[in-house]
């Protein structure tokens, strides 16, 4: 079992960056896929970025590419969202995902993930 919560999230201007924290429980945070999706009002879940379990490979949606990061600290147990030159259309609930015991692969797919935190509100003003 995974426990997943999120933090970070709140209200910037366009154009500023903001980090985004996921700390997971559990004893399989190492094996664990994570990925970061978001959803704006109205919208569909959407996948933003993605890291294998190792953190050695990483995937993003075409929309955030070169402005976000997702890195992660096995032995803290944690995933972050570096998201840098926010956009207003940025502005979403994100949620951090993870599919455990996995093999050196990332998923882009919602339903590809077991566990899921219960979202953190990013808001960007023009």
């Known amino acids: ?3 997943l919560v999120e933090s970070g999230g709140k209200l910037v201007q366009a ?3 903001l980090r985004l924290s996921c700390a997971a429980s559990g004893r399989t945070f190492s094996s ?3 990925g970061w999706f978001r959803q704006a009002p109205g919208k569909e ?3 933003v970025a993605a890291s294998t379990r190792s953190g050695g490979t990483t995937y ?3 929309s955030v590419k070169g402005r976000f990061t997702i890195s992660r600290d ?3 147990k944690s995933v972050y969202l570096q998201m840098n030159s926010l956009e207003p259309e940025d502005t979403a609930v994100y949620y951090c995902a993870a599919r ?3 093999g050196l692969v990332y998923y ?3 339903q590809s993930y077991h566990y899921w935190g219960q979202g953190t509100q990013v808001t960007v003003s023009s």
């Open 15 to 17: 154009g500023d960056s």
């Open 1 to 3: 079992q995974v426990q």
């Open 100 to 102: 455990a015991y996995t």
């Open 32 to 34: 664990t896929a994570m």
């Open 45 to 47: 879940r959407e996948f």
């Open 108 to 110: 882009t797919q919602p």
């Open 60 to 62: 993003y949606t075409d």
């Open 74 to 76: 096995n032995a803290g």
